[in-house]
């Protein structure tokens, strides 16, 4: 049964359901019927696509369930996941990656440039860990293959030396472009919505990690740093900003090479630098995006203050006792005339632990620019034990921020804002780099192509996180398939050993589902 359409072109049934769909559950597919039959997919006719698509709105003709063997219907069911996925939020690879110029020869090319970073994307997900281990575990596989040739209509899959190749004529800025687009849909989707700090504020949290190291000069922009035993580590940083939430997102937004100009600089490139060049990025791309940001001690100063007071940034700045003096002198001598300013809470099961806050808004620090800041300083002193036989341990931690304090506010910036920097190294860089996604792998020696291959990285990871958090996969999987490993190693098994024909494997995918994420 086909839905009657309003005037404007939605069915009924989309309009009626359009206020129930919740801040963060999606159909899948928004457009109107004409819209979707109007699609011309690359390599199956447009008819033949059409009838498709419409026999498969009616009675869903291939489905995950219609497989008896155990193996390849999980196998069906993961690559749903994961292809359903990307397809609901993004669309079809050639649309993601659209912006990204190609200078090859067009006459001359076998693989479009969308078919190269799918390959890229793939390579990552499926936690391969090399360019050369797509030739063996990906080409020469005729079912994975198939599967391909749907998707962009080659023979084969392109050699790892195929995407360096190509990679090294792309400007790195069109693949960051894509990052930031496929952010600003999640956004503008209110996907990440429920995690906002006070219904209002995205946390972003910065921080800088190594991406490659070697004991020889790799470039004239290697960083060098003269080790103990007397040689020299040559080395690429990399400072990122991150979209953090409390159920465990870490979405990259925008990134900055740490990198020096030439091979001689009169001083190194640095983290503090690649924040004040990084932070104008954020506010050139995110101008409207109301953010707390979520930062390391080592940005605590007049000219941090004075870049979120000028972009309209809320912050939360770690302080420690040996940082700021005059702040933290002013804090314990005003908090000894505040007894009001004192609030102690107990969290956790069998109270095991409390937490001790101290907070104070007002203080005056002065820069040595002589630029004047009024700053607020939190406190809180974590007690907790592990079992209720072991001894209590101590934790202190302590912000700076221009949020103004209050006994109704200080447990949601201390737990929901400030302790989620954290975040970044562990749902972030820990797992890029121990996770499988081998970070710090020198995935090429090119630098144009060594960063493309960074920001697929980030989009890969992007990816696995919608499809692992979200509804889709949990309700393929209520008992999960074990660790992130086993997701991957089950995508790559799907991917090879899957036996689908083109209108299967496009069907699998496509139709109209939501997708949600436990908020609780």
């Keep these: 049964m086909v839905d009657k359409k309003t005037d404007k072109g939605e069915s009924l049934h989309y309009k009626k359901n359009k206020k129930s769909r919740g801040t963060y559950g999606f159909f899948a597919q928004k457009e109107t019927w004409s819209s979707i039959l109007d699609f011309e997919h690359p390599n199956i006719p447009n008819q033949e696509f059409n009838d498709t698509m419409t026999a498969n709105r009616a009675g869903r003709e291939t489905r995950d369930d219609k497989y008896e063997d155990p193996d390849s219907k999980k196998q069906a069911k993961i690559l749903k996941a994961f292809l359903g996925t990307v397809q609901h939020y993004f669309g079809s690879w050639e649309k993601i990656f659209s912006g990204v110029r190609d200078t090859r020869n067009q006459l001359l090319i076998t693989y479009p440039m969308a078919a190269l970073m799918c390959v890229g994307i793939l390579m990552f997900e499926f936690r391969l860990g090399a360019r050369r281990e797509i ?41 960051q472009a894509v990052v930031i687009k496929l952010v600003k849909k999640l956004i503008r989707k209110k996907v990440l919505a429920p995690w906002r700090l006070f219904g209002i504020y995205y946390l972003i949290t910065f921080d800088g990690t190594g991406m490659l190291t070697f004991s020889e000069r790799h470039c004239k922009h290697c960083l060098t740093q003269k080790l103990n035993n007397g040689t020299t580590r040559y ?15 870490a979405i990259s937004l925008v990134t900055e090479f740490i990198e020096n100009e030439n091979m001689y ?46 972009y309209d940034w809320k912050y939360l700045i770690t302080l420690k006792d040996a940082d700021l003096s005059s702040v933290n002198g002013e804090f314990e001598n005003l908090m000894s005339i505040s007894p009001d ?36 300083v939190l406190e809180c002193v974590e007690t907790y034990r592990e079992t209720p036989r072991k001894l209590f341990k101590s934790t202190k931690h302590k912000w700076l921020t221009n949020f103004f304090l209050t006994a109704g506010n200080v447990t949601t910036l201390a737990n929901d804002a400030g302790r989620q920097r954290w975040k970044i190294e562990n749902e972030g860089f820990n797992v890029q780099k121990n996770g499988g996604f081998k970070l710090e792998h020198p995935y090429s020696q090119d630098e144009n192509a060594r960063k493309v291959f960074y920001y697929l990285l980030q989009i890969a990871y992007l990816f696995f996180q919608l499809m692992e958090k979200g509804s889709l996969f949990r309700k393929a999987f209520p008992k999960g398939v074990g660790s992130l490993k086993n997701i991957a190693d089950c995508l790559l098994e799907a991917w090879r050993n899957l036996r689908l024909d083109d209108q299967e494997f496009i069907s699998l995918y496509s139709g109209k589902f939501q997708i949600r994420f436990d908020s609780s």
């Excluded at 300013?341 to 806050?357: E, F, T």
Aim: aromatic share 10%; glycine share 8%; charged share 25%.
């Design 235 to 249: 080395y690429h940083p990399v400072l990122e900003a991150k979209l953090v939430t409390a159920n465990g997102f």
């Design 265 to 310: 600089p009169d001083k190194q490139d640095c983290e503090l630098k690649a924040f004040y060049r990084l932070v104008k990025k954020l506010n050139k791309y995110f101008p409207k995006l109301p953010m707390c940001l979520l930062l390391d001690g080592l940005f605590a100063g007049g000219p941090t203050f004075s870049i979120c007071k000028k």
């Design 135 to 175: 030739t063996h575990k990906l080409r020469g596989s005729k079912v994975a293959e198939k599967k391909f040739k749907a998707l962009f209509g080659t023979e084969e899959i392109p050699h790892g030396d195929t995407l360096n190749y190509g990679f090294k004529g792309v400007n790195p800025e069109d693949v």
């Design 341 to 376: 300013n004192h609030q102690h809470v107990v969290i956790g099961g069998a109270k095991r632990v409390s937490q001790a806050y101290r907070w104070m808004n007002g203080i005056d620090y002065v820069d040595s620019q002589d630029e004047k800041h009024l700053l607020s």
